[in-house]
């Protein structure tokens, strides 16, 4: 079973538009660690967030947002004014310490173009 | 700041060949990780090191193994390669375990 699934396969946007990426995970573990990633054109893997599954609290870093939400088991991230660099495909992954250790079990991706 | 190094960036192997990819971490990571990204995939975990030792070991074909030396670089040896090993290989580091990732710019291979 997928254990992170990212429904948005692709996203169009005009810039300047805000646009939320969905990501919900699966797990049993109590203690669990998400993240997001960004890989543009060029294939590096950047890395934009982590949070861990004690503390829900919603964070902003410049025009990036993101949403944690136990209860639904979703970890939602929110470009504001997007710009055509935003333009790459954004990984959701999870990392279950419990269960498999700390590797990363990444979501299909969501690949967001942004339109001058 | 210091990222991770792989090298080399670009490999061309024939069928059956054997290929060899270094990874070194950033000053003071103690875990590295392998990964395997196919063409239009996600990526997908190979193996993982803490303190040079295998910490954890995800689908990597019995062809393959990997070591960390003292050094804390890694090297993944993949054998008898097959045209479906073509993907982007990544390595990435961690100061610790559970801690963010960081992803060196991947190994493209190309098996003919």
């Known amino acids: 079973a997928q254990k992170v699934t990212q429904a948005q396969t692709e996203i169009s946007v005009v810039e300047k538009e805000d646009v939320t990426l969905d990501c919900v995970y699966e797990t049993r573990d109590t203690t669990y660690y998400l993240f997001w990633y960004k890989q543009p054109p060029s294939g590096e893997l950047v890395f934009l967030i982590r949070r861990n599954s004690f503390d829900e609290q919603n964070e902003i870093s410049g025009r990036y947002s993101w949403n944690f939400q136990k209860s639904t088991s979703s970890f939602n991230f929110t470009i504001t004014a997007s710009q055509v660099v935003d333009s790459a495909v954004y990984f959701c992954a999870l990392s279950e310490r419990e269960t498999s250790g700390s590797r990363l079990t990444f979501g299909e991706g969501t690949q967001l173009t942004v339109n001058p | 700041a210091a990222g991770v190094i792989q090298s080399p960036r670009h490999l061309i192997k024939e069928k059956r060949e054997t290929a060899t990819l270094k990874c070194y971490p950033i000053p003071r990571h103690d875990t590295v990780y392998w990964y395997q990204q196919g063409p239009g995939q996600d990526p997908q975990f190979l193996i993982s090191?803490?303190?040079?030792?295998?910490?954890d070991k995800g689908s990597i074909p019995d062809r393959f193994s990997a070591q960390q030396f003292s050094d804390y670089h890694s090297e993944l040896n993949m054998s008898s390669l097959e045209l479906g090993d073509s993907a982007l290989y990544f390595c990435a580091s961690s100061p610790r375990q559970d801690y963010e990732q960081y992803f060196g710019p991947g190994t493209r291979l190309t098996v003919t």
């Open positions: 090191f803490y303190e040079k030792m295998q910490s």
